[in-house]
């Protein structure tokens, strides 16, 4: 069993930064693969980033890539989503999800098993 809490969401202006933070809990953190995805209002949830276990491969959406860097800490249990260049278009509920590493695709959320509360991300033009 594995707890994700998220952190560090707000409202910004377009052009600012955020750093999204996800705390684990347990100690087989380094057994998963982490990802971040996103819901808009009345949209369905879509892949924003992922990273394996050791953080030696990252993958991300074409719609963030270059603004948006995902990381991990293992000792500390936590992945970070550094947003940067923020959109009104990146507006949404961002979600950290934990996936058993080898295991599913990391760009599809059915494959991952545990979920966080999610954080809000308000960009304002």
């Known amino acids: 069993q594995v707890q994700l809490v998220e952190s560090g969401g707000g409202l910004v202006q377009a052009g600012d930064s955020l750093r999204l933070s996800c705390a684990a809990s347990?100690?087989?953190?380094?057994?998963?693969?982490m990802g971040w995805f996103r819901q808009a209002p009345g949209k369905q949830r879509d892949f924003v980033a992922a990273?394996?276990?050791?953080?030696?491969?990252?993958y991300y959406a074409d719609s963030v890539k270059g603004r948006f860097t995902i990381s991990r800490d293992n000792a500390k249990n936590t992945v970070y989503l550094q947003m940067n260049s923020l959109k009104p278009g990146d507006t949404a509920v961002y979600y950290c999800?934990?996936?058993?590493?080898?295991?599913?695709?990391?760009?599809?959320?059915?494959?991952?098993?545990?979920w966080g509360q999610g954080a809000q991300v308000t960009v304002s033009s």
């Open positions: 999800a934990a996936r058993p590493r080898g295991l599913g695709s990391a760009f599809a959320p059915r494959s991952y098993n545990y």
């Open positions: 347990g100690r087989t953190f380094s057994s998963y693969a």
């Open positions: 990273i394996n276990w050791s953080g030696s491969n990252t």
